[in-house]
């Protein structure tokens, strides 16, 4: 279990993590301008936290690095407690329609942020990322999930390939998302656990992954566009999953 201490801004991201009881924070760094987002968070739990008020150009610092818009919000956190995907499936084994999203080789954190601020809002049950090339301090990641990363299950595994063979073995369809598939996503029959499992933009699914597929799908666009961005197209599918379950 990861136990270093790394930083993250926005004001979002900052206080989803003040409000995660599953999340250590030590310091939060703040303008005196920005202390009323805080206001939104128990100031029970702010009693323990160390509290830094700093100039916007001192701010502008510490997010020298990844160059995003902090909103005078900056804090230092602890990688929460996550369950990993063999537990979860087994405290799972009753549920139904489980929907479990896999990124293989997506390592631009924005992008990441992005889906993970989709699949939270879509009620996607888990995300499962490669331990070795998953950006799990970058500022640019929690900034972009707007919090959302407080709010979804993550799944690091050593293996995409490895994790999928096991979700087979415990009734998961897996469902690669290939830009040359023939069917599109809306057709398929999204009854019963699903994995949708999206590869990197520059050349999508690799060969074996392609292989351990149960199906390949599609998000059939405008023939003028060439594709859609990863997030806006993961986007597309959950919204999509979600709507179809609810009315079911």
Known sequence: MKKTSFLIAGKHAVTEALKNPNRRVFKVFLTEESKKSLYRVNQNILKDIKIYYKTKKELDRMCSKDQISHQGLIAEIEHKDEISLKDYIKQNENKKNITIVALEDVTDPRNIGSIIRSAASFNIDGLIVREKTFPSESMLLYKSSSGSVEHLNIFEVSNINTALKYLKTKNFWINGFDI???????????????????GSEGYGLKYQTLKNSDFLLSIKINKKIESLNISNSAAVVFHYINKIRKNT
């Open 180 to 198: 040359s598939a023939k069917k599109d996503f809306s057709t398929h029959d999204w009854n019963g656990n699903n994995v949708l499992l999206f």
